[in-house]
């Protein structure tokens, strides 16, 4: 009997692609959804279970070829979608900068009370509409350039309820920071965010520059933030079930028709020009560690199996 190799799929590197992982939770999350009776439940199971590869000369591999699920929580394409859209955001953010030489950066992170499943979904889309109030107000227009922004939930496990956060990455002209008539204090940003918001009381905000001296590391820490997991699955995946059951539902109802990463101004104009549009191909996702010489014929394919629950070459 031939001995099963085990799939490894190793970074540049040397750090070791989390395939497994991903994958043990995506099954998890599949068995969630039959326990809840959501029909693409078999589907999102075989998300993943047959990767392609194309090997390149240097070792390293190049998907080229799965089937992907594409369900919000599912942890693979979570996952994928993540590196990819950090991937195009760099270069969204690269091209800005060749347009913009002397923009500036900010890290600009806005909340608001924590709510409960019921009203999740129309809080998320009321974040939508008041964060494109806000950025119409006179004194952020006339300096913003381009913006990318994100929207994250976290789960209190101890009453049940969320809490919903924007993470957005502007860029600014340089004028910003020249005096009061253009830069924006933290307090007034939340002074903006409350009346955007139409709320009685003081949110949660928080702005950072992104430091000339130090911007790159800065600024690929904002990246992270701002293209990571909408929501990461140890908040719907613990070892409490009937906890996990009721989180999973809450967000599969919440997050219905709302978006999870959106693009305003000359960011949005560089992403149609870079042609980086494709939010549903998983398999491409722009990745400067798969960026290499590809051989004309080595093929990789790794399958999943659900008995010793690791992917084997095959």
């Not at 070792?59 to 950090?86: D, E």
């Not at 913006?147 to 809490?163: A, C, K, L, Q």
């Not at 919440?254 to 494709?278: M, N, V």
């Amino acid at each position: 009997m031939t001995e099963r190799k085990v799939f490894k799929d190793l970074t540049r590197n040397g750090s070791k692609r989390p395939w497994r992982r991903n994958k043990l939770d995506n099954l998890t999350y599949a068995e969630y959804l039959l326990m809840l009776h959501y029909r693409k439940a078999a589907k999102v199971k075989e998300c993943g279970n047959v990767l392609r590869f194309k090997k390149a000369k240097d070792g390293s591999l190049k998907l080229y070829q799965t089937w992907f699920c594409k369900s919000r929580l599912c942890p693979l394409c979570a996952w994928r979608r993540s590196m990819k859209n950090s991937n195009q955001l760099i270069q969204i953010l690269n091209e800005s900068h060749k347009e913009y030489p002397k923009g500036r950066f900010l890290f600009l992170t806005l909340s608001t009370k924590n709510t409960y499943s019921d009203n999740l979904n129309k809080e998320l889309r009321h974040y939508g509409t008041a964060f494109n109030r806000m950025i119409n107000y006179k004194k952020i227009s006339k300096n913003l350039l381009g913006y990318v922004r994100s929207t994250e939930i976290t789960v209190n496990h101890d009453d049940g309820s969320y809490n919903q956060h924007m993470h957005i990455l502007l860029f600014v002209s340089s004028r910003y920071f020249k005096d009061s008539d253009n830069y924006i204090s933290q307090a007034e940003w939340t002074k903006y965010w409350r009346k955007a918001m139409k709320l009685d009381y003081q949110p949660m905000v928080n702005v950072e520059a992104v430091h000339p001296s130090k911007s790159k590391n800065d600024l690929l820490a904002g990246v992270k933030e701002t293209a990571k997991y909408q929501v990461k699955s140890a908040d719907y995946i613990t070892d409490d079930e009937q906890r996990d059951l009721q989180v999973t539902d809450d967000l599969e109802q919440a997050l219905s028709h709302t978006r999870a990463i959106s693009y305003g101004k000359l960011f949005k104009t560089i992403r149609k020009k870079l042609q980086l549009e494709d939010e549903d191909d998983l398999v491409n996702t722009d990745d400067p560690n798969e960026d290499s010489v590809l051989t004309d014929s080595e093929i990789v394919v790794a399958k999943w199996n659900y008995e010793l629950q690791n992917y084997f070459i095959s």
